[in-house]
């Protein structure tokens, strides 16, 4: 079965700061990887999905995750934080024939003035 | 626009008293679920359609039920809501069955509060 963990529910940076969150997944097989976020009152956005080829995968808003599969990670960077992007994120996995997105637990992501 | 639109956005009900939450896809995706999502949980699936007339249980089934008459709507139901039951609720829609490579566009939520 697969799964996904989030490192630290909670994460701080300051306004400029780099924003580093975490994310390991458990797979069998080749998983299809995903970073959701979710602004306060509204639903899930995708940030950005990693399913083959290049492993560095760029985003909206500056965002860009690395899928290393020696490590199981798929860590969401930004180099430069900014106050809008205080939300909620989820990473997900999936495979090719599932039916259904398996979630992390979401880490909220705060930014400090 | 292409969108996932649920409705109610927020919803107190009591226990035992019949509600449906409604979602509907403008995107003749064939693929739609209903996730629910809890503090230090994340989100986990309740059901799921693969198209009209199909639906299967996900990780969190008890206490819901669907169904999949026309492919645009998929409604929520909870027969006699309990306290357990209080939560954020999602619908999701995809392009194709079994294929996860599009993602899923979501809805904006439901939250669920029963008394």
């Known amino acids: 079965a697969q799964s996904v963990t989030q490192l630290g529910s909670h994460v701080s940076v300051s306004e400029g700061a780099l924003v580093l969150l975490r994310c390991n997944y458990s797979?069998?097989?080749?998983?299809?990887l995903f970073w959701y976020v979710q602004y306060p009152n509204q639903g899930l956005q995708l940030l950005l999905k990693?399913?083959?080829?290049?492993?560095l995968v760029k985003g909206i808003n500056g965002f860009e995750a690395e899928f290393k599969k020696s490590e199981t990670s798929f860590h969401l960077t930004k180099p430069s934080a900014h106050m809008s992007d205080a939300a909620e994120y989820f990473c997900?996995?999936?495979?090719?024939?599932?039916?259904?997105?398996?979630f992390g637990q979401g880490t909220r992501l705060t930014i400090n003035p | 626009e292409a969108q996932v639109t649920q409705n109610p956005r927020y919803l107190i009900t009591v226990t035992g008293k019949k509600l449906t939450v409604t979602c509907s896809q403008n995107?003749?995706?064939?693929?739609m679920s209903w996730y629910r999502q809890d503090p230090g949980l994340g989100l986990r699936q309740i059901y799921y359609?693969?198209?009209?007339?199909?639906?299967d249980k996900g990780d969190v089934p008890e206490g819901y039920k669907v169904s999949r008459k026309e492919k645009r709507n998929f409604p929520l139901i909870l027969e006699s809501p309990s306290p357990n039951q209080t939560s954020l609720y999602f619908c999701?829609?995809?392009?194709?069955?079994?294929?996860?490579?599009?993602?899923?566009?979501f809805g904006s939520g439901t939250r669920l509060t029963v008394v």
């Open positions: 999701a829609s995809s392009l194709s069955t079994g294929r996860a490579i599009y993602g899923y566009t």
């Open positions: 797979s069998s097989v080749p998983p299809y």
């Open positions: 990693y399913t083959t080829g290049a492993t």
């Open positions: 997900a996995v999936s495979q090719e024939g599932a039916q259904k997105l398996v």
């Open positions: 995107m003749n995706h064939e693929y």
């Open positions: 359609s693969m198209n009209v007339e199909v639906t």
